[in-house]
C-alpha cells in the first residue's frame, strides 16, 4: 500500500504527468483501487485518465485493450472504444507496433474472423504474423514466454 500511495502522491504534484499516471495504473490489480486527491480510480480509470490528457500514447491505447474484458468497453473524450478497437486504436498511432498486432490477434474469437485496421482487414493469423514479423527484440519470442508463436499456433486450428 506505501508504493501505491507514493505512486499517488506522485500523481497528485503533477496530474498531466502521463508518465506517473502510467506508472501508478502498472502498480494497480484488477481488483485494486487507488485514490487519487478525491477520486477513486480502478486501473482501467487510471489508463482512461491518461488517454484524456494524452489520446495519442499508442502502447497505453493497447495495455488498456488488454485490461478491459470481452464485455467491456470504454469512452475517451466522448468515443467508445471496446478491447479490439483500443488495439486498432493503437495500430493507428503506430502502425509498427508489435503488442498491438500481437494483443489483435489474440483478441480475435476466430481464425476466419477479420476486423478492419487502417483500411485493411486482418485476420488473426495476419495480425499474429506481422506481430512475430516486428518483434525484432524477441519480447514475444523470448520474455513473453512465446505468447505470439502460441497464439499463432492456435489460429492455425480447424474450429
Known amino acids: 500500500h506505501e508504493y501505491l500511495d507514493d505512486q499517488a502522491a506522485m500523481v497528485e504534484a503533477d496530474p498531466s504527468n502521463t508518465t506517473a499516471w502510467y506508472s501508478l495504473c502498472n502498480s494497480l490489480t484488477l481488483t485494486h483501487t487507488v485514490k487519487v ?5 480502478t486501473k482501467v480509470q487510471c489508463y482512461k485518465k491518461i488517454l484524456e490528457i494524452d489520446p495519442l500514447l499508442d502502447n497505453v491505447w493497447a ?3 488488454y485490461t478491459l474484458t470481452d464485455s467491456q468497453y470504454v469512452v475517451i473524450n466522448g468515443e467508445e472504444f ?24 489474440k483478441s480475435l474469437s476466430t481464425p476466419a474472423a477479420r ?6 482487414s486482418v485476420s488473426s ?7 512475430l514479423m516486428l518483434d525484432t527484440t524477441g519480447v514475444f519470442t523470448d520474455g513473453f514466454d512465446g505468447l505470439a508463436w502460441l497464439e499463432y499456433g492456435n489460429s492455425l486450428l480447424p474450429y
Open 82 to 105: 471496446a478491447r479490439h478497437e483500443c488495439y486498432i486504436k493503437a495500430l493507428e498511432l503506430k502502425p509498427d507496433s508489435h503488442l498491438a498486432w500481437m494483443l489483435l490477434g
Open 63 to 65: 495495455t488498456l485493450g
Open 37 to 41: 486527491d478525491v477520486k477513486t480510480y
Open 125 to 131: 493469423k495476419e495480425c499474429l504474423t506481422r506481430a
Open 115 to 120: 476486423v478492419d485496421v487502417s483500411g485493411t
